[in-house]
Nanobody, 121 residues
Framework: VQLQAFGGGLVQAGGSLRLSCAAS????????MGWFRQAPGKEREFVAA????????QYADSVKGRFTISRDNAKNTVYLQMNSLKPEDTAVYYC???????????????WGQGTLVTVSS
């Protein structure tokens, strides 16, 4: 499975962005999906995850109520809607996929290349 994340950019604090992660390759299989981020000088951290069906989701406490993860399996795409963005949300955002896992650890088998989100104050 190949993952390509896009949709990042520069936004003012309080603004919104929607990230997309398109999957290609062996997408006929079921994959749990996650979003992670890595800010400059910091370790990569969990942001959100969604089960294959989309029926279950998880969020980091820092983004609960502001970010929403969703998926469109017909398009093999996962989205991360980010609202009320803060300067501390600035990071490279990565999407990830795994056949058997969709949790908060970075134990995913497949990773996208990342897309940069910059939130100005």
């Amino acid at each position: 499975v190949q993952l390509q994340a896009f949709g990042g950019g520069l936004v003012q604090a309080g603004g919104s962005l929607r990230l997309s992660c398109a999957a290609s390759g062996r997408t006929s299989r079921s994959y749990g999906m996650g979003w992670f981020r890595q800010a400059p000088g910091k370790e990569r951290e969990f942001v959100a995850a969604i089960s294959w069906s989309g029926g279950s989701t998880q969020y980091a406490d820092s983004v609960k109520g502001r970010f929403t993860i969703s998926r469109d399996n017909a398009k093999n795409t996962v989205y991360l809607q980010m609202n009320s963005l803060k300067p501390e949300d600035t990071a490279v955002y990565y999407c990830a996929a795994d056949q058997t896992y969709w949790g908060t650890r970075d134990d995913y088998d497949y990773w996208g290349q990342g897309t940069l989100v910059t939130v100005s104050s």
